[in-house]
């Protein structure tokens, strides 16, 4: 596989559910971001992990967990959702943080909470 | 605070024509970049161009071309000769400190565009 990958692509889940979110690099990066991207609202950038370490973390609620085990892996667990939270989950790459680094985005996980 | 407007939320053509999205930004910042990607239907952002600001040269790439005009803050993606399979969501973003030694990139809302056979 080349490129970012992510599964599952589509994912129902209720309120009182835990399920995780995977995304996988295959092209030698040191830098993984989690996007949220809802109907009619900007790509809003949730984390960012740059060698494995959590760099940032813009106000993402706690309900949102994820975790970075290398540098080809990103995990995004999800516990107790909300139905806003309801989204096109992105996970992209990029070499090394920084504007000079165009980042590779994955096809995204279309995640329901009902 | 950083900001990226894309005014236009649909613009639907017919193939062959030639199409403007549109894009203006904000920010205090003397130094930032500037990026344009497109979103298909199979749901992956795929990165089109980046700009510095120090850098307002516009640039040509086949069918596409962009102008950043910093005197408007704007930074405009024109297809020429639209096709079919141009038609997606094309994003504007900025990208630029966010606070401390933290970057991030700011996206607009998202133009939608449909070219028609």
């Known amino acids: 596989e080349t490129g970012v990958t992510q599964t599952p692509r589509h994912l129902v889940m209720g309120m009182t559910n835990k399920k995780s979110l995977k995304c996988e690099q295959h092209?030698?990066?040191?830098?993984m971001y989690w996007y949220k991207q809802s109907a009619k609202k900007p790509l809003e950038l949730m984390f960012v992990y740059s060698l494995e370490e959590r760099v940032e973390n813009n106000s993402v609620p706690s309900r949102f967990s994820p975790e970075c085990p290398n540098s080809s892996h990103l995990f995004l667990h999800l516990h107790t959702l909300q139905p806003e939270d309801s989204a096109l989950y992105l996970c992209?790459?990029?070499?090394?943080?920084?504007?000079?680094?165009?980042?590779?985005f994955g096809p995204g996980t279309r995640l329901t909470v009902t | 605070a950083q900001k990226v407007t894309q005014a236009q939320t649909e613009i639907s053509v017919v193939e062959k024509e030639d199409v403007t999205l549109d894009c203006v930004y904000e920010t205090r910042d003397t130094t930032y970049y500037l990026f344009w990607y497109k979103q298909p239907p199979s749901g992956e952002l795929v990165f089109l161009i980046r700009?510095?600001?120090?850098?307002?040269q516009n640039e040509i790439s086949g069918r596409y071309s962009w102008n950043f005009q910093k005197s408007t803050s704007s930074f405009n993606f024109t297809i020429t000769a639209s096709q079919v399979v141009d038609s997606a969501v094309y994003f504007c973003a900025l990208y630029m400190r966010s606070g401390g030694s933290n970057y991030k990139l700011t996206f607009g809302k998202g133009t939608l565009l449909t070219v028609n056979p």
């Open positions: 092209l030698g990066h040191n830098a």
């Open positions: 992209a790459s990029s070499q090394e943080r920084g504007p000079y680094y165009e980042q590779y």
């Open positions: 700009r510095n600001s120090f850098d307002e």
